[in-house]
């Protein structure tokens, strides 16, 4: 959708991970959603012990 800007990372894009350019031409809301998104993959895979409240 944004070429140039959203790309496989180097080295660990092979486990789907991404990499977004400062700077993307996407709405703000767009920005925010990848956001959200890679932060619950991230919690959702620590202990519960180890996860924020909320």
């Known amino acids: 959708m944004y070429p140039g800007d959203v790309s496989a ?9 991404s990499g ?5 031409r996407g709405p ?5 959603e990848l956001i959200d998104i890679s ?3 991230i919690v959702s895979k620590l202990p519960e012990s180890e996860r924020p409240p909320g």
Request: aromatic fraction near 18%.
């Open 28 to 32: 703000d809301d767009e920005l925010r």
């Open 39 to 41: 932060y619950d993959a």
């Open 9 to 17: 990372s180097a080295y660990i894009g092979r486990f789907r991970w």
């Open 20 to 24: 977004v350019e400062v700077g993307v």
